[in-house]
């Protein structure tokens, strides 16, 4: 038991080839349900979508329990966000066959584990240049990505009638006319209900427009830690650290 919590903490922590390529390899997995979660969102599900269902919740629940297995402090892997909505889409799958309707919505969940892995954002500022420089930028579209998707998807479950011709870009239009406040009023959702998640998509959907407006448009930082204050965030041509005035040595791509 010893040397297999050695390899599961091998492949999830270690900075080797093998190491980066498995943890990328599992980003390509999470993408790969979020398709499988969106796509299957609005149809009925028979025995073949349950039985894929079930074969993807075993593989989140394997991730989930070598992550806890070899997590230093579980108590705080537990409260993280991404470890609680891959709590909620292992039960949604796991219990599909046991639970009436359609819960296809609280797996877009699993969307969150794309931007908020520790590692994957490693391994990202190491090996990619384009990612260092524009991390805040990226992360801002991810996330609200990540929310159009989510939100979409819960109104294609909820709200969009059963005779729609085109459920989910019914179900995304109304997402983002709501959320850049344009109201063109063609879809709506008259139910106090409906009123109230509308409500939910402007204030939340704002915020991240917002956000990511600050992060395309306001002076780019780079992460390089302050030897002296530890600060992280810096203009990419400091010298000095703005916090403590200790000197910086933030390497560049130099001019050809």
Known sequence: MVRLKQTI???????EPVSVWF?????LFDAASIVFFVATANVPHGPGIKIASLCVGLVILLDFLARMWIAKDRGKLLRKIYTLADIVVIASLLLEPFLPGNLAFVRILRALRLIHSYHLLRDLRRDSQFFRTHEDAVIAAINLMVFVFATSTAVLVFFIPEDSQTPYIDALYFTMATL????????????PAGKLFSVFIMVVG???????AQAIFMPQKVRHKCPHCGLY????????CKHCGETLKIETGGTS
Not at 9 to 15: D, G, M, R, S, T
């Open 9 to 15: 903490k091998f492949l999830y922590v270690a900075h």
């Open 23 to 27: 943890r990328y390899g599992l980003i």
């Open 180 to 191: 850049t406040t344009t109201g063109f009023g063609d879809i709506t959702l008259a139910t």
């Open 206 to 212: 704002v915020a991240l427009f917002v956000r990511l």
């Open 233 to 240: 965030r810096h203009d990419p041509d400091a010298v000095h």
